[in-house]
């Protein structure tokens, strides 16, 4: 890109232990470039070859620029990297090892402009080998600006707060400023937290019914396909979550929410089949976490869960 070219589009792909799959997503940021979308792709330090595939391909990609991270510092502060050197008004993410189609980026650009609101967010396609699903924002109707705090509740229903995927959609960094940065302490779920605070602190989107972005799952050391200690963040997310409804002016609304959403989250982890140690370690941090929450909403919210779910807590001794 032409460096006097005016950016619109800061399009932030971090890249960490991403070697099988970089290439792939160069050659997909190089068919969706145009004039004005420039893509900040972040080295975050990987253990493999990622960068050597980067500093190989990014020549081949129109607007692309490489910032490397010595040392690996996670999700959210090689986001937080590209936000710093983000220079469009308008922002989007995508994962080192997910890919996107060709028109993607230009579509998002001209949407946010037509629409003048201050996010959009889209539909995405899940990719398990050759297999494809797509994935709906449960938000409706389509492509007309909306207040985003009518797309938190019903609190008891799938809505689309609960899909926090920030790759999929654009936001603008004027409207938003400092809603939009990742909590560093969160090495991963660190797309809850900021996208609460992003439905709190903007005054408009819209949901589209595009179906550009591609997301690998079960893709070897990400979270979808591994049973890690670190996979128990979230309660960190969470945590974080709360504290920053309880401080909105609508918390008696959205708390409740909030809770409902955690609740289900860690009924989740409580299936999963950890080993000893890291079940062990979820219920702690659990029991600790739930403490400060259970007589301020979350107790309630756990007595009006199914009588499954509400067994698994008592069963596992989280139920306070």
Known sequence: MDE????????????YDCEPWAAETLRSLRRAARPGIEFVLVEDGSRDGTLGVLEAGVADVPGARLVVHPANRGASAARNTGLDHARGRYVAFLDGDDFVLPDYYEDLLGWIRRLEVDFVRTDHVQVFGRRREVHRIPFGPRGVRADPRTGILPTRTMTSIDIPNVWCGIYDRLALGDALRFDEELTTCNDRPQMWRVYLAAGSFAVLGLTGVFYRREVAGSLTATIAERNLRFVDAYELILAGVAADRDAFRFLPKAHQSYLAVACHHLRRGYPAGVR????????????????EGLGAAAARLDPARRELLHANGVWL
Request: zero cysteines.
């Open 4 to 15: 006097q070219e005016p950016v619109a589009l800061t399009v932030i792909v971090p890249f």
């Open 280 to 295: 062990d370690e979820l219920v702690r941090s659990l029991r600790v976490s739930f403490g400060p929450w259970w007589h």
